[in-house]
């Protein structure tokens, strides 16, 4: 015969088990977002921050019982957000962006999260330019152009800045510049869906290009999320990896 207290034992046993791995940690954090359309990798649409970003970070938020606010703020602008405590945390980041503003700042970045290209994207008649047939590039405003910045410095290119990346791709579809830098398996995405865009534009590898990671940012008073969230993702990666491939944000990068 079953005892209650064995009885007892036993559905709590079963609760813990249904519930986040750790409820006391459980808390409310503000992430803050890039307010672009950015996707699949991320962005902003409808109102609401979608893509493999989300996926990812809603995955880890549900495993460990937290809520995710998500707050979109202009490229250029997020990371003062972050600085001065706007927000809990950031994404996406890399300490490699807006150098100037992190030195001196405790910023703490998780492990790589989503793989990318940032390239230029030409016209298919253009891919054999090579660099000196590029005279302008255009890129999302607030996005710097790494990439090319010796030649941007000693003025062989000029840089457009454009604040809609649907509109930055037309300029390259129409002649008005001569490439995009932007994250390649982004610009493959939004070009397919463009009247008359499908095939028209192509990623040109032989053009400056870096590959790198997208990250999750906190300063020191969320260093201990940024460390949960590396934990989870190790103990997870199937997890990540799959919600990364279904969505397609690191389409051309193999």
Not at 17 to 23: E, G, T
Not at 216 to 231: G, V, Y
């Amino acid at each position: 015969m079953v005892g209650p207290r064995l009885r007892v034992w036993g559905a709590a046993a079963i609760l813990a088990l249904l519930l986040p791995s750790d409820p006391a940690q459980a808390r409310d954090l503000v992430v803050g977002v890039e307010a672009i359309d950015y996707l699949p990798a991320y962005g902003m649409r409808d109102g609401q921050f979608q893509g493999a970003g989300r996926a990812v970070l809603d995955a880890f938020a549900q495993a460990k019982g937290h809520r995710i606010i998500y707050r979109p703020y202009p490229v250029k602008r997020l990371l003062a957000e972050l600085i001065h405590g706007g927000v809990d945390l950031k994404f996406p980041d890399s300490p490699d962006w807006q150098a100037a503003m992190r030195q001196g700042r405790s910023i703490h970045y998780s492990g790589p999260i989503i793989a990318y290209i940032d390239g230029t994207v030409v016209r298919r008649d253009k891919l054999a330019l090579g660099v000196e047939g590029i005279h302008s590039i255009g890129t999302v405003a607030g996005f710097t152009p790494y990439a090319w910045s010796e030649y941007l410095k000693a003025d062989k290119v000029d840089l457009k800045e454009n604040p809609n990346f649907e509109q930055l791709l037309r300029q390259v579809i129409t002649g008005r510049i001569d490439g995009a830098y932007v994250n390649v398996a982004v610009a493959l995405t939004a070009v397919d869906k463009l009247a008359d865009g499908a095939g028209a534009l192509a990623y040109a590898p032989d053009l400056p290009h870096i590959s790198d990671s997208y990250r999750l940012s906190a300063t020191t008073k969320a260093a201990d999320i940024i460390t949960e969230f590396d934990a989870w993702m190790a103990a997870n990666t199937k997890q990540v990896q799959d919600l990364v491939a279904r969505s397609g944000a690191e389409r051309g990068l193999h």
